[in-house]
């Protein structure tokens, strides 16, 4: 004769560790999925001002224009188009709200001012305009995604 009692007693045994470990597991899954968007969308900024200094830098300006720094707000409106974003005047917008500053600036190079270069300066606020709810995951965050590039202009 075979004692079953002991098996019924560890009937739900394993629901309560189902229970106990899932919410662990869900919080790294979307924890991985945050911070990874996040990288995703700050490799982005980097390239947008990278792009903005680059197309500023090449676009020929007649004398007192603006057509450099207009080339360079396009070029980051771009890049940025896909989050959402865009540079007006020197405000990151984003659904009509200011989520950061962008700067365009076409001046003498620090190095050499015989010559002037581009430069994009960007800074996002990102602990208060996160792209994605991080419920929890705030403290692995950053607070400001920053990025300036510079460019010859040739």
């Known amino acids: 004769m075979v004692n079953r ?13 189902f229970a106990l470990v899932v919410p662990l597991l869900l919080m790294l ?11 995703s969308f700050r490799q982005a900024l980097s390239q947008s001002a990278t792009e903005g200094a680059r197309s500023a830098a090449v676009t020929l300006n007649s004398p007192g224009g603006t057509e450099q720094v207009d080339a360079a707000r396009n070029a980051l409106d771009q890049a940025l188009g896909s989050y959402g974003i865009t540079c007006v005047g020197t405000s990151l917008m984003r659904g009509g ?6 700067a365009v600036t076409v001046a003498a190079c620090s190095n050499d001012t015989s010559r002037d270069c581009a430069s994009v300066a960007i800074d996002y606020d990102y602990a208060s305009h996160p792209l994605l709810p991080t419920p929890g995951f705030g403290f692995a965050m950053p607070d400001n995604l920053g990025y300036t590039a510079v ?3 040739s």
């Open 29 to 39: 899954v979307f924890g991985i999925i945050s911070y990874g968007y996040m990288l």
């Open 151 to 153: 460019a010859e202009v």
């Open 5 to 17: 009692r002991p098996a019924q007693r560890e009937r739900g045994a394993a629901a309560v560790e």
């Open 97 to 102: 709200t200011a989520v950061g500053t962008c």
